[in-house]
Structure formats: structure tokens, C-alpha cells
């Protein structure tokens, strides 16, 4: 029997995004006389969880309104404190690895194809005995593609029946993957957050920890990133302790980010979840290269998922991320694993506390000229962000000011949760030269006080106002950095 196959008439002069998924166009005349093209429409339902991300897409968004702004603008000279994409080059030692990992590939006792899926046992081990000083079990480790990917596959792993904890604000890839996986309602367009997740808040009259005894509902999986992104807070031992505590009263498993986690400067600071008593039999830690050793394009990570960790029924998690990890993935790139390799020497060890250093030298100088400037800030010292309280302006708002009268792009605190209203995130990986630069120009036009842009232009509608509902709640997108 034939399918039946679906027609839209679309009229030209509505959305041309569109356009691309015609194959054959052809022009036809709709009843108001406007040439419409017709396309072919498959007979796939769509999944409706991603009807419901309405949220937008926060990196794209600030990248459009970047693109606006330098259309309009096209002299001018952009510095981007927005996305957490590294800048700078991966040094010698760990690039060595990189290249011994490629030409390794070209000589027959060298070359090796498929897997392990978990990941290459040196590599593996290497990261429980450098990394964990051995307080986990190296068959515990997958290495991966990156963190953001494992929290997918955990998703998957955990399915639609949980209930998922995120703290607020939070990078948006928990809460992303949570409402594809179909564990959540529709977005509450009054609170901007999604029915089903339960929202921690997080900021500076809570120590950036949420108050877990006031939590509306008994989560299952309670994602946590420590140093967080977008704040630039690391949690100290007892706030972790206390989340520890709850999980397992609660029967609750944390997914512990610590893709930042070598940024911790100060000792008292713990780097892993594992460093508390009794995580392995409540805590999975994802964790990543991308971003001390300059490898988000190069792509490495891992996550951690103790044997002991059982589901309500006695079964094993690491047995079905085992499941998930050899169904939906052949292991990391033999080639970047090498590179892995090679971060985790004694050379490779010490080319990354360079990065880092740079790196938070930049944030220090961020948060202290905006301190200097009469804003209060958080984060820089043990994480790459520095987070900027604005005084009850919006954060789209002061996005705009700054773009338009110091040409720096930055990142609203509201795409990362309601929680991160009326705050803007720095982010330090910049050049040093660039952050120099921004400063300079911050000092000139961050004035505290009503939105100097606002006040000049009375009656003009902020691009940011504009359209900027979307805004509010979970807005990563394919680029939630
Ligand atoms: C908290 C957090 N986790 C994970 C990631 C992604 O890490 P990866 O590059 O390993 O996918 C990011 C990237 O910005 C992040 O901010």
C-alpha cells in the first residue's frame, strides 16, 4: 500500500528556514496570490520532548545578536568573554602525545582498530592512580568523547521515570537532555522552569549551596557541578559532605560535573566527589580534558561509575552504562587517547597547571576590575568564570549594553537558569590580551547605576527585551558551553 505522503504549502513570504528540506520545490499559487513552494513531509511523529524546548538556544542566540551587531557595526572590534571555549594552544608534551597517538596508526605493530569501548587500560588506570589516588577502581572509568556526551548517555541510562535535581543556575545540558528524555512537562511560563525538575537554588545568600531540607520533592538523580559553570563557586568539604549525606538518605544518586575541577586552587577545596566518604555507593562523576589541556575540539573525557551503585531493584548501574556506552559508542579515538596519555605525565601534568594559571589569571583580573567598578563577583579563584552581580538589571539588558558600547560579548546569567537572573557570567578564557583589553573597556562603560545605553536612547525597546521570554529557562542548545 502506498504511504500517504504529506503536502505543505508554505508561502514565500513566511519563514524560508524552511526551504532547505525541499527536495523538488514547486511554486503553486496560494489564495492570496503569494507563490508558495510545496514540501514533501515524511510520515515520522515527531518526539514531542523537543516541542517542548521551546527555550531557545542560548550560544546561538548570543551568536546571532553578535553577527547583528557586527553587521551594523562592521569595524568593530569584537572581544568574546561569552563562550567557555579554550584559546590556547595545546603545549608541547601533551601535543607530543597527540602525535605519537597518529603516527603509531601508520606502522603495523602499531596499529589498532576498533575499542575497548570503555577505553584503553593504561589510560584508564592512569586516571584512577594520577587523578583519584587510586580511591576508585580503574575498571570503574569510561573513557569518553567528553562530559557533555556522557551526560547524555546517563540520561538514557536513567530514562524518562526519574526525577531529576539540577542546581539553579546550572549549565543547561542536565536540563536539555532531562526534558528530551521526556522526564519533564512543559516549561511554567510564570517561573520560566519545567514541570518535573526540581530546581536548586543556588547564589550568593545560600553560599551558592541549596538548602537540600527544603527541597519540594524527593529527587532521584541530583546533577551537581562543582566548580560550577556558570558561578565559578567550587563547594567546599562540608557543603559535599551534606550532599552526600542526602543522597544516601534519600536513595538518591548524584551525577557529579567536575569538568573544572583542576581549576581548585585552594587544598581545602575537593576536586572529586570521590573525596567524600560514602560517594561510591551514591555518586557517578562525569569529568573531561576539554578544558585545561585546550582538548574541546580534540575531545576526551570520562565518568566514573562505581560497581557499588546499585538501582532500586539491586541492579547494577555500571552494568547498564556498560550496556549504553558498548551500544551507542566504540570508544574514544585511539589517537586522542594517547593525548590522554601524555596529560597525565609528569610533563603533561605540569603544561596544564601553565594553562590554568593563565587562565585564572584572567578571571582574577576580570572579577577585580568589576570589583573595582563597585559590581559584587564570585568565582575566578577556583574556576574560570567570574560571576557578576548586577544589581537587579536584567541580564539580557546589561548583554546588550556591553556589546554595543564596549564590543565585548558576554553571557546572561538567565540562560542558565531563573536562577541566573540579574547575573552575567565572564568567562577567562581569553587571550590575556583580550581580557586586558576588555578590562579597559569594561571600566568605561559598565557605569553601576541605571543602564547608561537604556537612559540615552529613552523609548527605545532593548534588543534584549525584545523577544527575550525565550530566555528563561534551559537554553543550551548544540552549543550549551
Ligand atoms: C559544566 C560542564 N560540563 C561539561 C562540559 C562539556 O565538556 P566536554 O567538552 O568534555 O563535553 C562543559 C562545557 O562547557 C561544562 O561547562
Known sequence: MMRPVALLAVALCATSSL????????????????????????????????????GGYLFPEIARRRSAFLEANPEAKIISLGIGDTTQPIPPHILSGLVHGASKLGTPPGYSGYGPDQGVKDLREKIAS?????????????VSDGAKCDIGRLQVMFGKNVVTAVQDPSYPVYVDTAVIMGQTGLINEQSRQFDGIVYMPCNPGNDFFPDLA???????????????????????????????????????????????????????????????????????????????AGFTGVRLGW??????????????????????????????????????????????????????????????????????????????????????????????????????????????????????EGFLRLSAFASKENVDEACERLQKVMVKGPVPWMAERPGRASPSSRGNRVFGQSVAGPNGI
Not at 594520577?130 to 569510561?142: A, E, Q, S
Not at 551537581?224 to 557543603?239: D, E, I, K, L, M
Request: overall charge neutral; aromatic content about 10%; some cysteine.
Open 19 to 54: 526551504a532547505f528540506l525541499t527536495p523538488a520545490p514547486r511554486p503553486v499559487r496560494s489564495r492570496c496570490g503569494v507563490r508558495a513552494r510545496i514540501l514533501h513531509m515524511s510520515g515520522v511523529e515527531r518526539n514531542p520532548n523537543f516541542g517542548k524546548l521551546m
Open 130 to 142: 594520577t587523578l583519584y589516588g587510586n580511591r576508585i577502581d580503574p575498571d570503574d572509568v569510561f
Open 303 to 420: 565518568t566514573v561509575v562505581p560497581k557499588q551503585l546499585k538501582f532500586r531493584d539491586g541492579s547494577s548501574m555500571h552494568a547498564d552504562f556498560n550496556r549504553v556506552m558498548s551500544t551507542t559508542f566504540n570508544g574514544a579515538s585511539n589517537i586522542v587517547q594517547d593525548g590522554g596519555l601524555a596529560i597525565l605525565d609528569k610533563e603533561g601534568l605540569a603544561e596544564i597547571q601553565i594553562l590554568i594559571s593563565y587562565y585564572l589569571a584572567n578571571a582574577a583580573k576580570l572579577r577585580a576590575t568589576v570589583e573595582a567598578m563597585g559590581y559584587k563577583a564570585y568565582g575566578g579563584d577556583n574556576g574560570p568564570y567570574v560571576y557578576v552581580d548586577l544589581g537587579g538589571k536584567s541580564s539580557w539588558d546589561v548583554f546588550s549594553e556591553i556589546l554595543e558600547k564596549a564590543q565585548i560579548v558576554t553571557t546572561p546569567g538567565a540562560g542558565f537558569g531563573p536562577g541566573g
Open 214 to 292: 527544603a527541597l519540594p520533592q524527593r529527587p532521584d538523580v541530583i546533577y551537581f557541578c562543582s566548580p560550577n559553570n556558570p558561578t565559578g563557586v567550587a563547594a567546599t568539604r562540608p557543603q559535599l559532605e551534606a550532599l552526600v549525606a542526602y543522597a544516601r538518605e534519600q536513595g538518591s544518586v548524584i551525577v557529579f560535573d567536575a569538568a573544572y575541577a583542576p581549576f581548585i586552587r585552594d587544598p581545602s577545596l575537593p576536586k572529586s566527589i570521590f573525596e567524600i566518604e560514602g560517594a561510591l555507593e551514591c555518586a557517578i562523576e562525569v569529568n573531561s580534558f576539554s578544558k585545561y
